[in-house]
């Protein structure tokens, strides 16, 4: 007997060609940006499924629940720890451990976005650090672009870093099995050595000139950073919590953990600590608000695009590619590295990171086999992690943190153009680029 809910595509079409035309109508439409991305992934996937591409069984195989987990309890993470007061202290303890020197927070300032973007996540860890940016470069009476562009850049520069820092990252070592030791030994340091050539043009451009009255400076080191922290007991808790789950992403290989069930258990944990002391409609409204800070658009937005980019590589038209790409570079695995590293960043600066990446880990799973053993397609995963992260920072679409940052800056008043960042972002993102090309380049061909 015939199974009804067998894939069956409508009308006899081809599924190579309707699977990739849904793939470029959603592009198309998160480009466009009109649309929340969210509801057009979720209709990519419906349609994928309406016309027979996929049955609903296949297609909930394709989502990458690993991913989805471990996006989510970082987003639990940092929500519970933010309402502490870390990150407002943090902002201004750097200011006044350099005597509010104008040059000095500017550099201060893109360190502590890089670090926490690390080991939280770039778009969180900009969204809580330029509100207090905006408060301390007001009682300097300093422009503020500097400081918010220096920290959008910072910010995913940080995140690309390790596993945790940056979607891409997430993705990239979810599907391909990546631990976070292998971005720590393999991406962190070369991240490094752009975040230092990156933060000394900053300064160049902007830093050397900055100048604060000695008033001003006074009332930066007035500022009661202690009084930032308004809940110390969940400081606390936070502080552990967040070291434990840092330590077993560290240690997760033995302790044959993966990456979302670390961070789900964490955030469970804290979740849980945060409301010890609460009871009834009190915890009810707490765990609430918890879930609300969760960016649901960003994953069902995930669900939908899984699934989609799912229809595709089923149709078999990755597998076409894949061996076109193989060709076109000679079988020369270095020559690959190159092209992806070089193609993710200039997509990632025209197009969200986020489907580039989702599409690319297929095709590169597909190339793999023509290079040989394992080891040897490995700098190609960090060449489309570099790429794809870093290659984000080329435009104010490139990646989340970009358009957050930018958001924050047009509520208050503070001009954020697409051509103003675009005349500073595509310079600085070729140096980061070149950077990468010799690092890959030396240490891995």
């Known amino acids: ?230 809940d110390r007991v969940l400081l606390e808790r936070a502080i552990v919590v967040m070291a434990a789950v840092l330590a077993a992403f560290v240690f997760a290989r033995p302790l044959r953990l ?22 009834g409609a009190k915890q009810a409204d707490n765990v609430h608000r918890t879930f609300a800070d969760v960016e649901w658009t960003t994953i069902f937005f995930f669900i939908g695009l899984f699934v989609v980019v799912h229809a595709v590589e089923v149709s078999g038209l990755l597998g076409l590619l894949a061996d076109r790409l193989v060709a076109l570079t000679g079988y020369n695995v270095a020559v690959a590295g190159a092209g992806i590293l070089w193609m993710s960043a200039l997509l990632s600066a025209i197009i969200d990171n986020i489907p580039f990446v989702a599409t690319m880990i297929p095709l590169i799973k597909n190339m793999a086999p023509t290079y040989g053993a394992p080891e040897t397609v490995a700098p190609l995963w960090w060449c489309l992690s570099l790429g794809a992260c870093l290659g984000g920072n080329g435009t104010l679409t490139g990646a989340a943190a970009n358009l957050a940052v930018a958001g924050i800056a047009e509520r208050n008043g503070i001009h954020f153009g697409f051509v103003r960042y675009l005349r500073y972002g595509v310079p600085m993102t070729l140096v980061s680029i070149a950077i990468c090309q010799a690092y890959v380049w030396l240490r891995y061909f």
């Open 258 to 279: 993966q990456p979302a069930t670390i961070a789900l258990a964490g955030a469970a944990a804290l979740m849980l600590l945060d409301n010890w002391n609460h009871a």
């Open 1 to 230: 007997m015939t199974d009804p809910f067998a894939p069956h595509l409508a009308f006899g079409f081809d599924p190579m060609w309707v699977t990739v035309t849904v793939l470029a109508v959603t592009y198309a439409a998160i480009i466009v940006g009109r649309h929340n991305r969210a509801a057009v992934g979720l209709i990519g996937a419906a349609v994928v499924i309406i016309i027979g591409a996929l049955d609903q069984d296949e297609a909930v195989k394709g989502i990458d629940w690993d991913t989805i987990g471990l996006l989510t309890g970082m987003m639990i993470l940092v929500s519970i720890s933010r309402r502490s007061g870390l990150f407002q202290y943090l902002a201004i303890w750097s200011a006044q451990r350099v005597r509010a020197s104008p040059a000095g927070i500017l550099l201060m300032l893109q360190l502590v976005t890089a670090l926490l973007s690390a080991v939280l996540n770039n778009v969180s860890t900009a969204i809580l650090i330029v509100p207090v940016t905006l408060a301390i470069v007001e009682e300097l009476d300093l422009p503020a672009y500097p400081f918010l562009f220096a920290e959008v850049f910072a910010a995913n520069i940080g995140g690309t870093a390790t596993l945790i820092g940056d979607p891409p990252n997430i993705l990239i070592g979810s599907q391909v099995g990546l631990d976070f030791n292998s971005f720590l030994i393999n991406v962190a340091p070369v991240v490094v050595v752009v975040m230092a050539v990156q933060a000394l043009i900053v300064h160049l451009l902007w830093g050397r000139a900055l100048r604060a009255s000695p008033e001003s400076r006074a009332l930066v080191m007035g500022m009661n950073a202690p009084g930032m922290i308004i």
